[in-house]
């Protein structure tokens, strides 16, 4: 069983550029969310992706957008990038979509930078 | 929107001590709610999950719906319990597989 994966590990981007996270879901699981983990605080939820679609979105901006492809990986595209967009992206993959709430794994992240 | 409060940022406590980590949120439909961890260098990962009603690696987390509170609690804190703890309520109040995480608690054990 592979785990969670996320690429890169680490990137530094300047104010205005553009960005693309990805993650690769652990083996047999359908659903990916992201969260975004600002210094000291929780992780705040994105979206989530349930077979390739938009399964539902926190309180995050439309230049933050993302993919879910038929092996369930999933891309974070985030446009226009801000100063406060610096944070640790995480991946998290699950099986299932609506209803109950099933166990998440949690990618290592991916550390951005905006200069 | 779901709001999740874990009031103490650090918590420092001796080997042997209970260990106490509150946590109440603004509500929940779901029965659903978790306490992920994050050791050093780790990943965040489960801990606990309410409705399995389990204890892991000695703790328990006791929800009140009256309070809305769902405290995460060990009654003999080890060195290894050092970590960052997180609890994550549904991010809606019907669930829909997804989390709302709060501020998190730094634990650390003193020998």
């Known amino acids: 069983e592979t785990g969670v994966t996320q690429s890169p590990t680490h990137l530094i981007k300047t104010r205005g550029q553009q960005v693309t996270l990805r993650c690769s879901s652990q083996s047999g699981h359908n659903t990916v969310s992201w969260y975004q983990q600002a210094l000291g605080q929780g992780p705040q939820f994105i979206f989530q992706y349930y077979r390739e679609e938009e399964n539902g979105r926190g309180n995050f901006p439309p230049r933050f957008s993302g993919l879910q492809f038929p092996n369930y990986s999933s891309e974070l595209n985030v446009n226009a990038l801000e100063l406060d967009d610096s944070a640790l992206y995480l991946c998290?993959?699950?099986?299932?979509?609506?209803?109950?709430?099933?166990?998440?794994?949690f990618g290592p992240g991916t550390r951005l930078t905006v200069l | 929107a779901q709001r999740v409060t874990q009031p103490e940022k650090l918590l420092s406590v001796f080997k042997g001590a209970p260990v106490e980590l509150k946590c109440n949120y603004s509500y929940s439909g779901s029965p659903e709610l978790f306490w992920y961890v994050q050791y050093s260098r780790q990943r965040l990962q489960l801990l606990l999950r309410h409705i399995s009603r389990e204890s892991i690696k000695g703790f328990t987390a006791d929800l009140n719906k009256g309070e809305t509170s769902f405290h995460l609690k060990k009654p003999f804190a080890q060195e290894e319990d050092s970590a960052m703890y997180y609890c994550?309520?549904?991010?809606?109040?019907?669930?829909?597989?997804?989390?709302?995480f709060g501020k998190g608690n730094q634990v650390v054990v003193i020998p």
């Open positions: 994550a309520p549904p991010y809606s109040y019907y669930g829909n597989n997804r989390l709302a």
């Open positions: 998290a993959s699950s099986l299932g979509s609506s209803g109950a709430i099933n166990e998440q794994f």
